[in-house]
T-cell receptor
């Protein structure tokens, strides 16, 4: 079966750094996405990785290792507005997007 | 770029009525659109995938006669919840993707449906 695992909830302090991990087992791989979803709102696109390595975009970075079936989203200089759920999603060999359950990130002052 | 709109953002209706939700890609052509449902504090659930000019593909457990999907143009898809009941109350979100299958899905802002 196809499976994406990410922690259910994480807590971090304002100004700190947090890493949200995602592991996947899918039938084929055509890219991995990270989305941010604030409570009561629709998801917004954060990043896309299809090759191994780190993609940096401002305070957010996303890393991919295809051989390990592993990705992480790194958030630096955390702000209160970063409190949200972070969704990992993988496109499989049929270009179906398989969603993780999301990680709820709580930022404390 | 890559803006997706949904209308209405909120709808309250009586049990037994039908509700139509529109999803539009404003600045790109969406070959494929997706309809999701999300109950409070739960994960996104894909309901169906629609390709322009074709019949939608529904996920297991989603009644195609209850949730009618039309994707008549490259910028518009509609979801009609027929004979809505209180258990259909949820957050309905569409997303749109361009021509290449590996392209990013961009989400609309969602529609909150409350059936009384």
């Amino acid at each position: 079966g196809q499976n994406i695992d990410q922690p259910t909830e994480m807590t971090a302090t304002e100004g700190a750094i947090v890493q949200i991990n995602c592991t996947y087992q899918t039938s084929g791989f055509n890219g991995l996405f990270w989305y941010q979803q604030h409570a009561g709102e629709a998801p917004t696109f954060l990043s896309y990785n299809v090759l191994d390595g780190l993609e940096e975009k401002g305070r957010f970075s996303s890393f991919l290792s295809r051989s390990k079936g592993y990705s992480y989203l790194l958030l630096k200089e955390l702000q209160m507005k970063d409190s949200a759920s972070y969704l990992c999603a993988v496109t499989d060999s049929n270009y179906q997007l398989i969603w993780g359950a999301g990680t709820k990130l709580i930022i404390k002052p | 770029g890559a803006v997706v709109s949904q209308h209405p953002s909120w709808v309250i209706c009586k049990s037994g009525t039908s509700v139509k939700i529109e999803c539009r890609s404003l600045d790109f052509q969406a070959t494929t659109m997706f309809w999701y449902r999300q109950f409070p504090k739960q994960s996104l659930m894909l309901m169906a995938t629609s390709n322009e000019g074709s019949k939608a593909t529904y996920e297991q457990g989603v009644e195609k006669d209850k949730f009618l999907i039309n994707h008549a143009s490259l910028t518009l898809s509609t979801l009609t919840v027929t004979s809505a009941h209180p258990e259909d109350s949820s957050f309905y979100i569409c997303s749109a993707r361009g021509q290449a299958a590996q392209e990013t899905q961009y989400f609309g802002p969602g529609t909150r449906l409350l059936v009384l």
